[in-house]
């Protein structure tokens, strides 16, 4: 083996065989970086399995190996190999490393292999090669491969096996140098907003040893950048992750980074998308009903309640699939057109050389506007609603205020759904926009117009009145009449204009021939209105009546030539004068006829001439008078003659012989029908000769005056407008005719019907129009004989055709009854439509004003062309800036005469356009209407006019910035987005208005931050041990620490600036602080001037050295101190306000440099200036920088090089998060331990900021049920608009009996957490009985009772070591730098509040003392001599042993003995020391007050001075029971003089306090140790309580209803009453005192039914609402007559209730003697707990007994006296009250002794 070989030669480990194939693996980074980090034999130790090897080829057995058969599967290799894969890393280049490697033989027979590997420089192959070798079933054959590497780099070789029955490869790798990025291994984004962006930046280091070049991808919703790279070796890169999901829900993606050299590592990635609190106010907004062209507005509001930004669009559509969907359709329509012009382009440019590059060209286009289809937002557009913004953002825990616009264009009903998008809930919110329109409000003052009855033919006038009465102007015009009476109206105008308010009056004339009653309604069209509007006309058409007297003039036989005259009258019966005229049907309309003596006159007349006549008809018949008027109701006499002409020609002559003469007999008929006449021919000189002649009339007497033949053709005319064809037609007949016109095809219906009301434009879809063309008027008429009436043809077509119908006329004739056709006529006419060829149907100019370019009128050129067959009228209007002009450019007249086109004619005009018509610089876009109407039809034709004109415009949006208010200090970055609208690259520049007037930057000051004041308090109050405590001597700063804010400068410093103090409390000599503002009249001389500072004037003393800004109270800083900025400081609430004075000093302090300040550094644009190339879009950032307590206004200025100047309103403000707090401390007050109390703090946002606030650390349980001494605040966090509060509950179970405190941090925004103090005294109904507690034989209550005995030893020692240790003062020096001067309560300047506070306390004491004797005679009256003897004798010895202790407090204690021996004292109280320690020089000569200052009180709350000296004698030293534990030990030897003596007697010599004495014997005497077992008892309880509630699950923690009133069912040791021994027959008894020494009243049970048969019995079974401190007083007696001799041993149980809470309340209001009736049923109890007197008595024979001690295991009776020793006597109410009032706290915010009301 070659030197330098790495390892040592050996067997390797070869792993089990994989038993499936191996499955790939993801590859984690740690798992990576630890793979790349493995040396090669580490990683080949470290392969889990072996896989078999892949065969390459198959070899035939039977010529290989005479086994023809093996155990091994086919399609596996005989072969193991270890490793699969031979692979070395981590190698040094040149060094030469080694691989073993293993082929293991799995066949159950030998078997041969072959290793080979091809020559390598890199390498070696040491074992047998090139041959074969046999190895044996099951076992190894090991080679080994050695790698010389050249250099750190990747190298690959095989080696290839060769067995009996296959052939497998090897593969051998050398992984040289590696990149290893550290990525970790999973990346959650836990819980995140739904369509919101969530990033994670990973900082990724090069771990490998080689640069990395990587590419990183992932699956959507995740994504990552940078996508690919390299990072050097050691460099560091920043990669950031992605996390945006579309939809809710959860979800898992791999970060794969993949390197160059091959491998890929995958991230596992997480994240869980949920929709946020973002909504919507409402889900539709109703816009009031708008008029058209105007609009309304309404507003909606976005309301994100989240933690993020969030991003919101206006869509049209619900999802995104709907948009995709439209854009796929509108790509598909590019697509096709893309395609069609392409075929288009292909045919027309065949022979184009060019023609690729254009369809690349196109190809290029369509690209581009499927890009924009693609990349168009879809925001909601609509041409009613408008939205306003429709996209933007809204911060976390903000809203926005979204403009809904209406814009109606049609009076109608509008209703559209638009949809928000927005980032934060995966649905699009809906709302519902509804508005409807309103017309014009055109109405007719009256609606219907009654004309009653007119006259025929007459023309009537009457006026309508149309009114607007809505907003906007209205447009009507009368829709044409179709009815023959309508068509008798005339209204004008028919159609205009009325403004808003405005009315309009309509003239209507009526003239008709159609009599009758009729019914007209007229409609009047109203654009954008729903309907027409109706005009109502009714009336009555009556004619003129008249009557002939006679009806028929017979004329009889008229000979020829002889007239005969008839008459008749004719009378008018109407009431209007008629006109009339008489006529003669059918009479001849020539010459009259003559008579015969006029023709034989003269015989030159020309009727004597043949032929004469002629064509024309004589006149027959003669009326006189023919015509004229006749009055109302009168009459005219009518003449009517005639002269026979019934004509012969010649009528004579001479006929000679031989010879005939033709005669003509001339017949004019005037009817039809058959007439008879004859003809008498006279001879002369012969007879008549009469021959009969008759004829025969047909065809009809009817005839016009024009041609009215079988067929009319007339010309073409305009469809729209009615044909008229008038004449006359006359009845030439005798009889009179009805004539009935139709057409044929048509019903009478249809008929009926007014002209042109077909509506139907598609005239080739029905076989007629729905009413004939050709109407005659009027359809029906009666004609008499010889009458003659005007009939009127109206053709009217509204579209264009060619028209041919058939008039038929159907008459009754006379008397007849039936119709018949006696006239048939075919009308045809073709209707058009003014066809006009237009050169160009829109005609646009488009203009790019340039900075150089000179606007210039602009012309394009019109042509029109009349493609009718008719002539044409053409009026053109158009309107500015654009003009109409001739073909030489020059402009048409405004009042030119309308345009007139022949047939064919064409006429060629210009269009001018003035680009200058507008003054300003902005692109405008003018668009009008030529409209071009026909003077000969309705029809107008329109002709769209443009014109664009684009100077360098921007598109700016928003027009303002308002950055709000920000916090002092921090800076706000905006933007507006600038877009280039228009088609010229823009230069631009920003720059800032220098208007002062309209920019402004001023100071806003904010209140100072204080602490609010502590409560006032009485004067007093200064002697209160509440008030001064020894932490405040030894600690003199750290109220001050408490009542500073932190922000404000610490004390000392010497520029203190805005600190505000009372300057009252500012001592003498004091400088003045620099800027302080006062009266100079009462500023004292010599004191330095003052800036900023606000103090009393009147108060300051003169030479007064004031700190800068500081506000003090002179009157608590001593005279002559020095200058100090540890004086108190008065805190101030956040709410209450600067005085004026103070606003103006201030604002003079930091205005000056706030005035300084200059626009650009307030706010700031980037970047300055730029192009913006057409389309172009840029972001333009504005930073608002906030200088402390600011109001800032400026307007930017955008300045357009050849465009207009831009404006954008920045403003903004800065101030400081401010909250008011109206409590730091809350007293619970006396409660009971196991309620749940509440309280209330309200926190007050005063600041401009909204802020949310949380208490810190919480409590997890519920606010019914909270864990005992942990609070729970409701709500524990929220947030608070800028000027709102929030009332924050406050829940609390003390959980112990007596003093307790905690408190509670509440912390708003990023400001220092706020504390408040919770502090009270948990208490519960308790009764004490003047008896001993027996623990003797309890483990549990002795235990206790020893660590009560060791906690008292060690008090003890302490105490003895603080006397010893304790310096002579405890005051501090006066000169002590940085220590304030105490306000001691004996301080200069306080004597007269000492003399009040001890007067008032005097008095209290006096009235104590009064009830204190009253009660001690009371309660010695009752005992008798003999008792009174030995408790005197008690006494003595008991006075004796604290002679020392009461001789200097005899005097000063205002209570006497509560049982005054019957003897007065021996010595009388001495008077207190006339000469008291230096420490005393201080007190005044008043007599001091019975409570110590508080400077006294080091002590805890526990102290063991309280337990008396020996075992307790019938009267306990009051002055014990009258000390708070704390106040009683840490009083130094120096400072008892200082302390009243009644206090010093309050304090037991430590070696007459034997404890030990009173509880050897098992029996607990003391009431203080009792009462010290008790809370320990409690505690205990309250403790494994909570370890029951704290082992449930997180939401059942808590204490509850339940276990609250488990907490006071405690068990206590047994008091014990022992009667002594009794003589059987005799009786004994007992007084014991049951005494409420809780401070509520207490209810008691006594269960006496235990003492049935035991010789005990009680005088009182139960006592209610006993008060506190009040004692009942129980008789226990023992009556052994009916019991045997031995020992009676009995328990008492007395159950003690608990009330409720509500109760509890009731109960304290509830303090007098004597509860009210009402008590019983107001209180509840909530649990009991059961106190236990253990009656013991022993019954004898005799009354001789041998008296030995007492065995307190079994118990003997005892005499009186040792029951007296034992019991320790009566205790009065007074004694318990002072007890336990000394044993609760009364410092200041803490529990205050109970109430004082005498019992």
């Known amino acids: 083996m070659a030197s330098g070989f790495q390892g040592t030669e050996g067997k390797p480990h070869i792993p089990k065989l994989a038993r499936e194939a191996e499955k790939p693996v993801m590859l984690t980074p740690s798992a990576f970086q630890k793979q790349m980090s493995l040396t090669t034999k580490q990683r080949l130790a470290s392969i889990p399995q072996i896989n078999l090897p892949q065969i390459v080829q198959h070899r ?21 190999v270890f490793p699969s894969e031979v692979v070395f890393q981590n190698y040094v280049p040149h060094e030469v490393c080694e691989m073993p490697l293993v082929l293991r033989n799995r066949d159950m027979v030998p078997r041969l292999v072959k290793v080979t590997m091809e020559s390598s420089p890199y390498f070696q192959l040491v074992g047998p090669s090139g041959a074969y070798r046999k190895v044996p079933p099951g076992m190894c054959s090991n080679l080994r491969i050695v790698f010389t590497p050249g250099e750190n780099k990747d190298y690959f070789h095989c080696l290839v096996c060769t067995t009996e029955r296959e052939e497998f490869i090897v593969p051998i790798w050398a992984i040289g140098a590696r990149a290893v990025l550290d990525f970790p291994d999973q990346l959650d984004f836990s819980v995140c907003p739904v369509k919101y962006s969530t990033e994670k930046t990973l900082m990724v280091r090069n771990l490998g040893n080689r640069e990395a070049r990587y590419q990183i991808s992932t699956q959507s919703p995740f994504s990552v950048t940078p996508t690919m790279g390299t990072l050097g070796i050691g460099d560091i890169l920043q990669v950031t992750v992605e996390f945006h999901p579309l939809q809710i829900g959860d979800y898992s993606g791999s970060l794969v980074v993949h390197y160059d050299t091959g491998e890929d590592t995958h991230t596992s990635l997480h994240g869980s998308a949920v929709n946020v609190h973002i909504r919507l106010d409402r889900n539709f907004v109703t816009v009031e009903k708008t008029y058209i062209t105007l609009s309304n507005h309404s507003t909606v509001t976005i309301l994100n309640h989240s933690n993020v930004t969030a991003r919101f669009q206006w869509k049209a559509f619900a999802t995104q699939a709907e948009e995709d969907q439209l854009k796929q359709r509108f790509c598909h329509r590019l697509c096709q057109e893309e395609n069609a012009q392409a075929d288009n382009f292909l045919e027309w440019s065949r022979a184009d050389t060019t023609r690729g590059e254009r369809l690349s060209l196109l190809s290029h286009i369509y690209q581009n506007e499927r890009a924009k289809v693609q990349g168009d937002p879809m925001l909601f557009f609509d041409d009613i609603f408008t939205i306003k913004p429709v996209e933007g953002e809204i911060w ?6 979204i403009s809904v616009t209406f814009r109606p264009r049609e009076a109608r009903l509008y209703e559209r759904v638009v949809y928000c998008d927005i980032s934060g809930h995966e649905t699009r919110l809906p709302l519902r926009l509804i508005g409807e329109g309103l017309g014009p409000r055109l109405r007719f003052l009256f609606e219907e117009l009654d004309i009653g009855k007119v006259s025929v033919i007459s023309l009537h006038r009457y006026k309508a009145v149309l009114v607007n009465k809505g907003p906007i102007e209205g447009l009507f015009s009368l829709l044409p009449p179709t009815t023959a009476v309508g068509s008798c109206f005339t209204f004008l105008p028919q159609q205009g204009i009325i403004p808003p308010d405005g009315l309009q009056a309509i003239n209507i004339s009526f003239r008709t021939t159609i009599p009758g009653e009729f019914k007209e309604e007229f409609q009047f069209s109203v654009p954008q209105a729903p309907k027409p509007l109706t005009f109502t006309i009714r009336g009555y058409v009556i004619g003129p009546t008249f009557h002939f007297n006679v009806r028929a003039l017979h004329f009889g036989d008229v000979s020829f030539g002889f007239p005969r005259t008839l008459s008749c009258r004719l009378t008018n019966t109407s009431l209007m004068p008629m006109a009339f005229t008489l006529h003669i049907p059918g009479d001849g309309s020539g010459e009259p006829s003559l008579t015969s003596s006029d023709q034989t006159s003269s015989n030159t007349h020309p009727s004597w001439r043949r032929g004469a006549q002629g064509l024309t008809k004589p006149m027959e018949f003669t009326i006189t008078p023919c015509r004229g008027t006749i009055c109302s109701q009168a009459f005219q006499d009518i003449q009517a003659g005639t002269c026979s002409r019934w004509r012969i020609e010649p009528s004579k002559g001479v006929i000679p012989p031989e010879s005939e003469v033709s005669l003509t007999v001339t017949a004019n008929l005037d009817d039809t029908g058959k007439f008879e006449d004859k003809v008498k021919l006279f001879i002369e000189n012969s007879e008549v000769n009469i021959i009969p002649v008759q004829a025969v009339g047909v065809g009809t007497t009817i005839v016009t005056d024009k041609p009215f033949s079988r067929e009319l053709n007339f010309s073409p005319h305009f469809s729209l407008t009615p044909y008229c064809y008038q004449f006359k037609i006359t009845n030439k007949g005798r009889h009179t005719h009805q004539l009935f016109w139709t057409t044929e095809g048509f019903s009478v219906v249809q008929q009926r019907r007014g002209l042109g009301t077909t509506k139907d434009k598609s005239t080739s879809q029905v076989p007629r129009p729905a009413s004939p063309v050709f109407k005659l008027q009027p359809p029906q008429m009666e004609l008499l004989p010889g009458q003659t009436k005007d009939m009127v043809l109206e053709g009217f077509s509204s579209t264009p055709q060619k028209v041919k119908e058939r008039l038929l006329c159907h008459a009754m004739v006379g008397r007849e009854k039936r119709k018949k056709q006696i006239m048939q006529v075919d009308v045809s006419c073709e209707f058009v439509f003014p066809l006009v060829q237009i050169s160009s149907r829109e005609i646009v100019f488009h203009v790019e004003k340039r900075p150089s370019d000179v606007l210039t009128l602009l012309y394009k050129p019109l042509s029109l062309k009349n493609n009718c067959c008719l002539p044409l009228s053409i009026v053109l209007d158009l309107k500015k800036p654009f003009l109409i002009c001739d073909v030489d450019q020059q402009p048409l007249p405004e009042d030119a005469q309308p345009i007139k086109l022949d047939k064919g004619e064409e006429i060629h005009l210009h269009i001018q356009f003035n680009p200058a018509y507008e003054k300003d610089l902005y692109s405008w876009v003018a668009e009008k209407t030529l409209n071009m ?4 039809h309705p029809h107008e034709e329109q002709i769209t006019i443009r014109g ?7 598109h700016i949006q928003p027009k303002a910035l308002d950055f709000g208010c920000i916090i002092n200090g921090t800076e706000q970055v905006d933007f507006v987005a600038m877009t280039n609208c228009s088609p010229i690259p823009v230069h631009y520049h920003w720059s800032f208005q220098t208007d002062s007037q309209v920019n402004t930057i001023r100071f806003n000051p904010s209140p100072p931050k204080f602490k ?15 008030q001064f405590s020894a932490e405040s001597v030894e600690e003199p700063t750290k109220d001050l620490e408490a009542v500073q804010d932190p922000a404000q400068q610490p004390a000392g410093s010497e520029d203190s600036l805005g600190a505000e103090q009372d300057p009252a409390q500012q001592p003498a000599g004091s400088e003045d602080s620099l ?31 004031d700190v800068l800004g500081a506000v003090q109270d002179p009157a608590q800083q001593s005279a002559g101190s020095e200058e100090s900025l540890v004086a108190k400081v008065l805190p101030c609430t956040a709410v209450e306000p600067l005085s004026l004075e103070t606003m103006k000093g201030l604002r003079r302090f930091t205005g000056v440099e706030n005035l300084a300040l200059r626009m650009e550094e307030v706010f700031d644009v980037q970047p300055v200036s730029g192009v913006l190339q057409p389309g172009e879009s840029q972001r333009v950032l504005f930073t608002f920088f906030g200088h402390p307590n600011i109001v800032a206004r400026v307007t930017a200025l955008c300045h357009v090089e050849g465009g207009p100047t831009y404006e954008v309103e920045l403003s903004g403000g800065t101030s400081d998060l401010s909250y008011h707090l109206d409590t730091y401390d809350i007293n619970f007050g006396l409660q009971l331990f196991n309620e749940v109390i509440q309280a209330e ?24 049920s909270p864990l005992p001494g942990e609070p729970v605040v409701v709500p524990s966090t929220d947030y608070i608009e800028p000027g709102k509060k929030r009332v924050l509950k406050v829940y609390y179970l003390p959980g112990v009996v007596g003093v307790f405190c905690s408190t509670l941090q509440i912390q708003v925004g990023h400001l220092e957490p706020a504390e408040i103090s919770l502090k009270g005294e948990g208490t519960f109904l308790r009764i004490s009985v003047d008896l001993p507690w027996i623990v003797k034989g309890h483990a549990k209550f002795e235990k206790i009772l020893k660590e009560i005995k060791e906690n008292l030893q060690e008090e003890r020692q302490s105490d003895e070591a603080d006397v010893l240790s304790e310096p002579a003062s405890v005051e501090p020096p006066m000169d002590d730098p940085g220590i304030e001067e105490q306000q001691h309560p004996l301080a200069p300047g306080n004597e007269e509040i000492l003399k009040e506070t001890i007067e008032k306390e005097e008095e209290e004491t006096q009235i104590d003392e009064a009830v204190a004797i009253e009660e001690a005679s009371e309660e010695s009256s009752e005992e008798s001599s003999e008792e009174s003897s030995e408790e005197s004798s008690e006494e003595s010895s008991t006075e004796s042993s604290t002679e020392s202790s009461t001789e200097s407090s005899t005097e000063l204690s205002t209570e006497p003995p509560e049982e005054p021996s019957e003897e007065p004292p021996e010595e009388p109280p001495e008077e207190p020391s006339k000469e008291p320690p230096e420490e005393t020089s201080k007190v005044p000569s008043e007599k001091p007050s019975k409570e110590p200052p508080e400077e006294t009180s080091k002590v805890p709350s526990q102290k063991p001075s309280k337990v008396p000296s020996q075992k307790p004698s019938k009267e306990p030293p009051e002055e014990t029971s009258k000390v708070p534990p704390e106040e009683t030990s840490k009083v130094p030897s120096e400072e008892t003089s200082k302390v009243p003596s009644e206090e010093t007697s309050k304090v037991p010599s430590m070696a007459a306090c034997d404890t030990d004495s009173d509880t050897d014997d098992g029996i607990v005497w003391d009431t203080w140790v009792q009462r010290e077992m008790e809370q320990m008892l409690i505690k205990q309880h309250v403790l494994k309580q909570q370890r029951i509630v704290t082992s449930r699950p997180p939401e059942l923690r808590g204490f509850d209803k339940n276990i609250r009133q488990k907490l006071v069912q405690i068990k206590l040791p047994n008091y014990i009453l022992d009667m002594g021994r009794v003589t059987r027959g005799d009786t004994e008894t007992h007084t014991v005192d049951i005494t409420n020494t809780g401070p509520f009243p207490v209810s008691f049970q006594i269960e006496t039914h235990v003492l049935q048969d035991t010789g005990f019995s009680l005088d009182l079974d139960q006592v209610q609402c006993l008060p506190y401190c009040n004692t009942e007083r129980i008789e226990v007696l023992f009556d052994s007559t009916s019991l045997p001799v031995g020992e009676v041993d009995v ?5 003690v209730p608990q009330l409720l809470g509500q109760a509890v309340v009731w109960a304290q209001q509830q303090m007098s003697p004597g509860p009210s009736a009402e008590l019983s049923v107001l209180l509840q109890v909530t649990g009991s707990y059961t106190v236990y007197i253990h009656l013991f008595a022993t019954v004898t024979e005799d009354s001789i007994q041998k008296e030995g001690p007492p065995d307190l295991s079994n118990p003997s009776p005892l005499t009186r006296s040792e029951r007296r020793k034992r019991c320790g006597g009566q205790r009065s109410k007074s004694a318990f009250k002072r007890i336990f009032q000394a044993e609760r706290p009364a410092k200041d915010g803490e529990m205050k002794s109970a109430s004082k009301e005498p019992n």
């Open 1012 to 1026: 609010p004041k502590p409560p006032k308090k009485e004067r007093n109050s200064l002697l209160s041990r509440r």
């Open 933 to 936: 109407e026909f003077m000969e």
């Open 948 to 954: 664009e004109v684009y100077f360098p415009n921007l």
């Open 396 to 401: 976390p825990n903000f809203s926005a205020e």
């Open 1691 to 1695: 328990r008492l149980p007395i159950k």
């Open 1241 to 1264: 703090v309200t926190l007050q946002n005063t600041g401009v900021f909204g802020f949310t606030y949380k208490v810190l650390d919480p409590s997890t349980a519920r606010a019914d």
């Open 1075 to 1105: 800027g302080a503002e006062q009266d100079p009249a009462q500023q004292p001389a010599g004191s330095e001037d003052s800036l900023g500072a606000v103090q009393d004037p009147a108060q300051q003393s003169a030479g007064s050295e």
């Open 60 to 80: 035939d057995m039977s010529e290989t190996s005479n086994h023809k058969v093996s155990a091994v599967d086919p399609d596996q290799t005989l072969f193991h």
